[in-house]
């Protein structure tokens, strides 16, 4: 079972990132589960996790939302590169937090990106997920926990 | 003996002798110092008795010569002079040898005594001033009158000379002679003297040194004790440190401290500043008190540590990483006792996090086998069918829940308006749990109720509010999930031949009547497969309902008989709200309605209520009676409620009658019980039931005695009726 501390660790890590990177905090929406793979918008930053949990721990985000979030970092380049970079550094952000938090207790990967409509995320079969929606300005992320 | 008191004894004697020793080397350089002043006087005194042995003889010489000139009528002047000086001289000699502390030698004394005798003698010779001549031009230069005079005292003294110089002398030589024995023997004595302060000065360096190396022993000795001390210290998994009667820690502590306080200026820190800002001021507060008893003479040391209020501390720190964590810390307390009472308090601390989060794990892994253990006795009593189809329900009610979560929010009033819609879903889930007696469940349920309870009272929601709520959401699914697993294997064993000549030899047992016919074998059984959503009526339900209302009369210290009847005439399209409507009222019947044995028989009525429930079909559809003959609903309590839970004021109160007072039962989040229990208090049930009723195009109504009776009547349209209804 998922321990509440845990859940905050990931959100945290996210919504710093929007605090530090973009001078605006970001909120989080209802948190709901969901069995199977959950919808992930264009650019998704995924961390594998192994050791006292296993599972995976994903960003996902729709392009305007990472376009209005690169404009409010003084940033002029808006190519696809740049977007994956950014959900890169947001997943960076979270595996750090998570690192800093449960120690040795949890093996984190290096941050990976996928990106394009049905990118794929592998997940563990029926197995439930949390979804936590990341609310920023009049957009909306997600961050996914699914963790065993 | 102990070693301090050895060490004590050994620094007193070394203090004994090195004072003895110093004082013997005083009193021989004080007695030495004595013996050279005197040896000196006795030098200075032989040195003037050795130069005055010539004197008497020197001055007979010159008596002589003074006289020959005289005679000669010689120039006699100087001659005078002479003797003059050499009769001062010897005369200031004597006088100084006399006063030099030789006063009481007897040579001296003679001495002394026959120049008395030769000094009046003397004295008209040296003393003379005139002129000793005359000249005439007959006689040359004769003798004057004076001159005469002055010869026949110099003949005089000269015959004293002749006959007491050698006396005086050899007495004068005898003082010498006795002067250089007795400065001899001062020397004799001055050398043993010294030699007994050599020895004495040797033995004090020897002691000095022996005291040195005793010392140079205890300081390696100390010095090793400070360094195997330092060891332990930095070694020691514990945190030492010592209370001084100030409360404050002292100046060595272990460094397990350091790294259990993350800090490490603790010398002189107070006891409650080391616990500042770590734990809630009521534990600081009681925590503090209890070191104020420890300095207590009379406190006694083993009931002390029984109530020990740090004996778990749990407190919670920055973790160096910019985050909070929680450590549980052991104090233990052992008073260190001197020759006054209580000198020092010796207080360990252990980080038994770890330990406590093993005990917290083992813990719950028994609460989770005891409540697999209780779900399993409770299942076995179930009717599986029964089970399942609860499980379904149940499982369809938290995806509703999910449902609910799921729906966008972002302002506080999106976030709260969720609350209400789960309340009413998960009140539902937890009013059959209960009914079929399964505890895990329903007290899951619970306490998600009360996560959602508190979510209320919160003053602005958020996302972060739901996220205990979508973690315990998790673990119901999950809990219903091994409650289906556990009820599959159950219903396996009871499918196999043992296990359905358990259940009959269980039969035989409880039936003895029915024993014949159960010995007699017979093919088994069809026994049920649970299979999901299948429905199940509320007849099939009428067990479970049996053993609630029994569960609460006990809960409550109640007592009553259910009775129900047509219940199997419940529509398939209303078996569901009308199991929710009768698990919500005889709820509310157990806890609200009938009263206490004692009261009833107080008030004239049996002491076992009664609680009827009736459906039957009527003209225009169905009707549920639900009765008790409890105490009935007071308007006036109702209303006072109302106002107390601010959902209505004192003058709309003033101003309802009856009919909308009653209807105050069914309005959400109303109840007349200021607590929450596991049965009644969070003003859900009959909101449900209302609900519930309402959307199948039913109608509710309550009529009730205030200490009588309360009667619930919902008339349900005809069940196609209803279908269309709830599609519309």
């Known amino acids: 079972m998922l321990y509440e501390q845990e859940l905050k660790t990931f959100v945290e890590g996210t919504t710093n990132f929007f605090e530090v990177a973009a001078q605006q905090p970001a909120s989080i929406g209802s948190p709901y589960l969901m069995e199977g793979s959950p919808s992930v918008h264009e650019y998704t930053g995924v961390i594998n996790i192994s050791g006292k949990r296993e599972g995976v721990v994903y960003f996902t985000a729709p392009k305007a939302m990472?376009?209005?979030?690169?404009?409010?970092?003084?940033?002029?380049?808006?190519?696809?590169?740049?977007?994956?970079?950014?959900?890169?550094?947001?997943?960076?952000?979270?595996?750090?937090?998570?690192?800093?938090?449960?120690?040795r207790d949890f093996v984190i990967s290096v941050p990976s990106v996928v990106s394009g409509e049905k990118p794929s995320i592998p997940l563990r079969p029926g197995h439930r997920s949390f979804i936590i929606p990341i609310n920023w300005r009049s957009h909306s992320a997600k961050l996914v926990v699914a963790l065993a | 003996m102990t070693v301090a008191g050895t060490e004590r004894r050994r620094q007193l004697a070394t203090a004994f002798i090195g004072t003895a020793l110093t004082l013997v080397m005083g009193a021989v350089l004080i007695w030495g110092f004595h013996l050279a002043t005197n040896m000196r006087a006795n030098i200075t005194a032989l040195q003037s008795a050795s130069a005055l042995q010539n004197y008497p003889e020197e001055i007979a010489h010159q008596l002589n010569t003074l006289r020959d000139r005289l005679e000669v009528r010689a120039y006699s002047g100087q001659a005078l002079s002479d003797l003059q000086a050499t009769v001062t001289r010897f005369d200031q000699e004597l006088k100084k040898i006399n006063t030099g502390g030789n006063s009481e030698s007897p040579q001296l004394d003679r001495a002394l005594l026959l120049w008395h005798q030769y000094r009046p003698v003397l004295d008209p010779v040296v003393a003379f001033a005139g002129q000793p001549y005359v000249e005439s031009d007959s006689a040359g230069s004769a003798l004057s009158r004076e001159g005469r005079k002055h010869y026949a005292e110099v003949k005089q003294a000269q015959l004293f000379a002749a006959d007491n110089a050698r006396p005086l002398q050899a007495q004068l030589a005898s003082l010498a002679s006795t002067l250089q024995h007795s400065s001899s023997d001062a020397a004799d004595h001055l050398r043993g003297l010294l030699f007994v302060g050599v020895i004495a000065a040797l033995m004090l360096a020897g002691a000095a040194a022996w005291f040195q190396r005793a010392r140079n022993r205890q300081e390696r000795v100390a010095r090793d004790a400070t360094e195997q001390t330092r060891d332990i210290l930095k070694t020691v998994r514990e945190g030492f440190f010592l209370l001084d009667a100030n409360y404050r820690i002292g100046s060595v502590w272990s460094e397990a401290l350091t790294r259990m306080f993350s800090r490490n200026d603790f010398a002189g820190l107070s006891f409650e500043e080391l616990l500042q800002n770590l734990v809630p001021a009521a534990t600081l507060s009681t925590a503090t008190k209890y070191i104020k008893l420890l300095w207590g003479d009379r406190a006694h040391e083993n009931l002390m540590k029984s109530i020990n209020p740090l004996g778990q501390l749990e407190i919670t720190m920055d973790n160096g990483h910019g985050s909070k964590e929680t450590r549980y810390l052991q104090f233990d307390f052992h008073r260190v006792m001197g020759p006054e009472g209580v000198k020092h308090v010796l207080c360990s601390v252990g980080d038994i996090t770890s330990s406590v989060l093993l005990a917290r794990e083992l813990h719950d892994s028994q609460e989770n086998a005891n409540q697999q253990l209780d779900m399993m006795l409770g299942m076995m009593h179930v009717d599986p069918l029964q089970l399942v189809s609860f499980l379904d329900t149940?499982?369809?009610?938290?995806?509703?829940?999910?449902?609910?979560?799921r729906e966008p929010a972002r302002t506080d009033a999106e976030f709260r308006k969720k609350l209400n819609g789960l309340f009413r879903e998960m009140h539902s889930i937890k009013g059959e749990a209960s009914a079929l007696n399964l505890k895990s469940i329903a007290s899951r349920v619970h306490s998600l109720e009360d996560m959602v309870s508190d979510c209320k009272k919160r003053p602005?929601?958020?996302?972060?509010?739901?996220?205990p709520l979508v973690l315990k959401l998790d673990d119901l699914l999950a809990h219903l999930r091994g409650v289906r697993e556990m009820a599959s294997r159950l219903t396996a064993i009871?499918?196999?031949?043992?296990?359905?000549?358990?259940?009959?030899?269980?039969?035989?047992?409880?039936?003895?009547?029915?024993?014949?016919?159960?010995a007699t074998p017979a093919p088994p059984a069809p026994v049920a497969t649970p299979e999901r959503g299948a429905p199940r009526s509320v007849e099939d339900l009428r067990p479970a309902l049996q053993s609630m209302a029994e569960r609460l009369a006990h809960d409550h210290s109640k007592r009553f008989k259910l009775t129900m009847a047509g219940l199997s005439e419940v529509p398939t399209a209303y078996s569901a709200t009308i199991k929710d409507c009768l698990i919500q009222m005889l709820r509310n019947a157990a806890v609200h309605g009938i009263e206490s044995p004692d009261v009833r028989q107080a008030n004239t009525k049996d002491a076992e209520g009664t609680v009827r429930v009736e459906f039957r079909k009527i003209s225009d559809g169905y009707e549920l009676v639900f009765e008790d003959d409890g105490v009935g609903i007071a308007p006036d309590s109702l209303r006072t409620a109302a106002v107390r839970k601010q959902m209505i004021t004192e003058e709309e109160a003033a101003g309802m009658d009856t009919r909308a007072t009653m209807a105050l039962i069914f309005r959400p989040g109303f109840t007349t019980q200021d607590g929450v229990s596991m049965d009644a208090g969070r003003g859900v049930g009959m909101d449900v039931v209302a609900r519930s009723v309402y959307a199948l195009g039913g109608k509710i109504g309550v009529s009730t005695h205030p200490g009588r009776f309360t009667r619930f009547k919902i008339v349900l349209p005809p069940s196609e009726a209803a279908s269309s209804t709830a599609v519309a």
């Open chain 1, 66 to 103: 990472l376009t209005v979030l690169l404009m409010k970092m003084q940033e002029n380049d808006f190519s696809h590169e740049t977007m994956r970079d950014l959900v890169g550094e947001v997943a960076n952000t979270i595996s750090g937090n998570a690192r800093r938090d449960f120690g």
């Open chain 2, 394 to 405: 149940a499982e369809t009610g938290l995806k509703l829940v999910n449902t609910i979560l």
């Open chain 2, 460 to 467: 602005e929601l958020s996302g972060n509010d739901f996220l």
């Open chain 2, 494 to 518: 009871k499918d196999t031949p043992a296990g359905i000549a358990a259940q009959t030899a269980t039969l035989s047992t409880t039936m003895p009547s029915m024993k014949l016919s159960a």
